[in-house]
């Protein structure tokens, strides 16, 4: 899953749509600025991402799929300290 999400940003055919963005943000349980601050931008450029003013392209892109992508537990399924 990981390949496909580095795949899906910089391959330029699966742009991510605004909507698509917002849906995983909202998975995520995540506000548009604590959003922006895992990925190094501000609130309003998230805000701009979801209402299409702008494109989410290249490395933000890989960086928003990769924060979705499920959490495998560790092998033997218990906490590693």
Do not use: C, Y
Request: no cysteine; aromatic share 4%; proline share 5%.
């Amino acid at each position: 899953m990981v390949m496909a999400a580095i795949h899906a940003g910089f391959s330029g055919k699966n742009d991510m749509t605004p909507q698509e963005l917002k849906d995983i943000r909202k998975r995520l349980k995540l506000t548009t600025a604590e959003l922006g601050e895992r990925l190094w931008v501000s609130g309003r450029t998230v805000e701009d991402w979801e209402q299409g003013r702008r494109t989410i392209r290249g490395p933000a892109e890989v960086l928003i799929r990769l924060l979705d992508v499920p959490r495998r537990k560790p092998a033997g399924g218990g906490d590693e300290k």
